[in-house]
């Protein structure tokens, strides 16, 4: 068993209802469940990342969900879907705030609260380059590789 702590069927059974939750639009539900699941297995990887996306895309919590999906990564340092979530969030931030930053230069008033730009686009890079170094399935790898592409400015091999 790799020496991991199994995860609790309860927890699982949370995480499966905030996933449900979301489907029906209940985002305050849905994170409510996902953190019901991080109460009873701290180290719930799937949980943390599902309640650390969650708080990027659907609250604009930026700063609280990177913490999350951070943690997550810490429980599971060998997971390339992980690593890609991890990279995907930090883009999208990157990308959010860099829009907001420039509507600001255009009149109007915005900050990026603290996070930088460059800083999440190279911890979206380092995030995807790990993911591709874990060898993840075709697809993953492809979605990988294309988002990099992106990041980067260059083909990715």
Not at 48 to 70: D, P
Request: glycine share 8%.
């Amino acid at each position: 068993m790799n020496g991991e702590t199994p995860t609790p069927k309860t927890a699982r059974e949370h995480l499966r209802a905030a996933m449900a939750r979301h489907e029906e639009d209940d985002i305050e539900g849905a994170l409510a469940e996902a953190r019901a699941a991080l109460e009873l297995a701290p180290q719930f990887a799937d949980a943390r990342s599902y309640l650390g996306s969650t708080l990027i895309t659907k609250q604009g919590r930026y700063a609280e969900g990177l913490a999350e999906l951070e943690r997550a990564r810490e429980s599971a340092m060998e997971d390339p879907a992980l690593h890609y979530t991890l990279g995907w969030c930090y883009e999208f931030v990157a990308y959010r705030i860099t829009q907001r930053l420039r509507r600001s230069a255009k009149g109007g008033s915005a900050s990026g609260g603290g996070l930088e730009p460059a800083e999440l686009y190279r911890k979206a890079e380092e995030s995807l380059r790990r993911c591709l170094e874990l060898r993840p399935e075709a697809k993953l790898k492809d979605d990988a590789k294309d988002l990099l592409s992106t990041i980067i400015k260059e083909d990715v091999n």
